[in-house]
């Protein structure tokens, strides 16, 4: 069964907003590291954001500082990345994956996550 899995995907025009969601077991969202990754077509999969078990660090890629936001909400056993002002760029699938334990120097190496979504698929258009 899945033990992540991603909603809030969707169409939006440039200079919109989504908000995802990643929701987990409680294991997982108490004690993992918990990170986006996005792959578009015809490009490798990247990094785009990670929080800390505690949510006291976050990382989040070059191209998207300023404009996307990750949080988590333990109570609902959930983690969110707002993403505001979004571009064509941003067009991808995303997934949440979860890291135990994480090393942030390397936040972004996806061989540190051991448990994916699904996906969601984010298209950003006009």
């Known amino acids: 069964q899945l033990q992540l899995v991603e909603s809030g995907g969707g169409l939006v025009q440039p200079g919109g907003s989504l908000r995802l969601s990643c929701k987990g077991t409680e294991r997982i969202m108490d004690l993992y590291a918990i990170g986006w990754f996005r792959q578009a077509p015809g490009k490798e999969r990247e990094g785009v954001s990670c929080?800390?078990?505690?949510?006291?660090?976050?990382f989040y890629a070059n191209s998207v500082k300023g404009r996307f936001t990750i949080s988590r909400d333990y109570k609902k056993s959930t983690v969110y990345m707002e993403m505001d002002s979004l571009k064509t760029e941003d067009t991808a699938v995303y997934y949440c994956a979860a890291a135990f334990p994480l090393d942030g120097s390397s936040w972004y190496d996806h061989t540190q996550y051991n448990i994916w979504g699904q996906g969601t698929q984010v298209t950003v258009s006009s």
């Open positions: 929080i800390s078990s505690a949510g006291g660090d976050s």
